[in-house]
């Protein structure tokens, strides 16, 4: 009964190769987040979505594109991947609806490495 | 803007020690939130303790403690009898009232050694 779970747990792949890292959470919750950590185990925020819905996009790479086909899923797309992308890609979800109070639920994250 | 500094990087301690991470956070905002998180050595994110800034109160949990203080911006984590299970990167992070960001430190690496 894993609360947020993505896939794949490992993506190794080329430069200039097109990916996908897939988000679940199964707590019902309305809002859905992308963070990334690098390599210096700095998390930073790229995008947040609520019932659907884009509300947050930080400065990202526009190579970078989130789909949430359902409030249970966000999905993250990386084209012409670099070898600056290889990081490590958390999910995460929270209630949604009253935004800072609440707390995010991480998934086990994402490692990948792009040669 | 949000800024929060963890100044020590790492930490290393003999088991049973006790342990003291400092977290200290900047904004001008009255209404906002913290929070620490815990990676194991395995990577996933694992959440502590959310606080709100109208409750000052310190927390006790097991043997985690938390103290919040206004006056200094700062909102420091204590782990008190160390064990090996608590080697972990440790974040401390903020987030404002109407703002679904989170804005995280650059975390305190802790190794307990038997």
């Known amino acids: 009964d894993t609360a947020v779970s993505q896939t794949p747990k490992y993506l190794v792949t080329q430069m200039g190769n097109d990916k996908s890292i897939k988000c679940e959470q199964n707590?019902?919750?309305?809002?859905m987040y992308w963070y990334k950590q690098d390599s210096k185990k700095f998390l930073k925020i790229m995008f947040s979505?609520?019932?659907?819905?884009?509300?947050i996009n930080e400065t990202v790479p526009n190579r970078f594109s989130p789909k949430s086909p359902d409030k249970a899923h966000l999905n993250l797309h990386i084209n012409s991947l670099e070898l600056g992308d290889s990081a490590v890609y958390f999910c995460?979800?929270?209630?949604?609806?009253?935004?800072?109070?609440?707390?995010?639920?991480f998934g086990p994250g994402t490692r990948l490495l792009v040669l | 803007a949000q800024k929060v500094t963890q100044a020590q990087t790492e930490i290393s301690v003999v088991e049973k020690e006790d342990v003291t991470l400092d977290c200290v956070y900047e904004t001008r905002d009255t209404t906002y939130y913290l929070f620490w998180y815990k990676q194991p050595p395995s990577g996933e994110l694992v959440f502590l303790i959310r606080?709100?800034?109208?409750?000052?109160q310190n927390e006790i949990s097991g043997r985690y403690s938390w103290n919040f203080q206004k006056s200094t911006s700062s909102f420091n984590f204590t782990i008190t009898a160390s064990q090996v299970v608590d080697s972990a990167v440790y974040f401390c992070?903020?987030?404002?009232?109407?703002?679904?960001?989170?804005?995280f430190g650059a975390g305190t690496t802790v190794t307990v050694r038997a």
């Open positions: 707590l019902g919750h309305d809002t």
């Open positions: 995460a979800s929270s209630q949604g609806g009253t935004g800072g109070y609440e707390t995010q639920y």
């Open positions: 992070a903020l987030s404002r009232f109407n703002d679904y960001k989170l804005s």
């Open positions: 979505y609520n019932n659907k819905e884009l509300i």
């Open positions: 606080r709100n800034s109208f409750d000052e």
